[in-house]
């Protein structure tokens, strides 16, 4: 029904910056909230950053200041820009998106599978 596909992870120095980007396929009428998600060895999943469809955006506060949220519904793609990257980021990124599937006209929610971003010198 609906993909999401990422990319961009990738290995970078502590200080460094990337940008990860995610975009949905498949059989949309619309998307509302989108998001990003990591999860770090041994630990839960948690939510790092998330933006409604009017652009509202919530931060993880480890990554206040240094992650930034975006999305062009255009091309049904969220994207997500790293800086000052710290070791402590080194997890696979997930993206999650609600989607409104054009068939039934239901809300789901859709997963990536998933991009792994190492931070180390």
């Known amino acids: 029904q609906v993909q999401l596909v990422e990319s961009g992870g990738g290995l970078v120095q502590p200080g460094g910056s990337l940008k990860l980007d995610c975009a949905a396929a498949?059989?949309?009428?619309?998307?509302?909230?989108m998001g990003w998600y990591r999860q770090a060895p041994g630990k839960q999943r948690e939510l790092v950053a998330e933006?409604?469809?009017?652009?509202?955006?919530n931060y993880e506060d480890s990554v206040k200041g240094r992650f930034t949220i975006s999305r062009d519904d255009a091309k049904n793609t969220v994207y997500l820009q790293m800086n000052s990257l710290k070791p402590e980021d080194t997890a696979v990124y997930y993206c999650?998106?609600?989607?409104?599937?054009?068939?039934?006209?239901?809300?789901?929610?859709?997963w990536g599978q998933g991009t792994l971003v190492t931070v180390s010198s």
């Open positions: 999650h998106a609600v989607v409104v599937v054009k068939d039934n006209n239901r809300m789901r929610g859709f």
């Open positions: 498949g059989s949309i009428f619309s998307i509302n909230d």
């Open positions: 933006i409604t469809r009017s652009s509202s955006t």
